[in-house]
């Protein structure tokens, strides 16, 4: 079963903060989160492997919640490259993604 | 080349036609994938190939024919497509071992169009 994601859809200024959600109703093995650019092949942003593991790169950075099933990304002082479509992807055997967060960020 | 190649960038085809996709990894990986990736819907894991062993098939329709002749190359043969098969489709690499799965490199994929 497929990951939830939130919000759908989120516009930003330049410099603004985001958070995105994932959550799943099946006990999580990983979390992997992705970026997709309109007309690109999606790029691999980070991975979180134990519950209560954070990430971060750059201004973009992850945790997750073991107990609550769910990771969420945090995307400080956006800038305009941050745009694109945000997929979370979990893992039992095999990754299953959600359905994406379309990122747009404006001057 | 460097990274996942996919051939054609761009495919349109009758629903009586027969056509492959061509996916090639120049990274060294032992475990590649097929999605399909449809307008407003998530990635779709079609086939996943592990030292050339197909270790996944997602109930997707015969009409889709996965072939890896080794752990560099993956083929999908199409054949008589119907028109909601067209999408874009991705491959996918990744080094594989316990624990996984580990970060997956995508190809640009292809846009196909079924008429």
């Known amino acids: 079963q497929q990951p939830v994601q939130s919000p759908q859809a989120v516009i930003l200024r330049e410099g603004e903060d985001a958070v995105i959600n994932c959550s799943s109703s099946k006990a999580l093995y990983s979390v992997h989160w992705y970026r997709q650019k309109h007309g690109e092949a999606p790029i691999f942003l980070m991975i979180?492997?134990?519950?209560?593991e954070q990430k971060g790169h750059d201004k973009i950075s992850a945790s997750f919640n073991e107990k609550k099933q769910q990771s969420s990304l945090y995307l400080t002082a956006s800038q305009l490259s941050y745009s694109g479509t945000y997929f979370c992807g979990t893992s039992a055997r095999q990754l299953t993604f959600g359905s994406g967060t379309q990122l747009t960020v404006l001057p | 080349e460097t990274g996942v190649t996919q051939t054609p960038r761009h495919l349109v085809m009758g629903m009586t036609n027969k056509k492959s996709l061509k996916c090639e990894q120049h990274?060294?990986?032992?475990?590649m994938y097929w999605y399909k990736q449809s307008a407003k819907k998530p990635l779709e894991l079609m086939f996943v190939?592990?030292?050339?062993?197909?270790?996944e098939n997602n109930s997707v329709p015969s009409r889709f024919s996965p072939e890896c002749p080794n752990s560099s190359h993956l083929f999908l043969h199409l054949h008589t497509l119907q028109p909601e098969d067209s999408a874009l489709y991705l491959c996918a690499s990744s080094q594989e071992g316990a624990g996984g799965p580990y970060e997956q490199f995508f190809g640009p994929g292809t846009r196909l169009t079924v008429l």
């Open positions: 190939y592990n030292f050339k062993e197909q270790t």
């Open positions: 990274l060294g990986h032992n475990a």
């Open positions: 979180l492997l134990k519950g209560g």
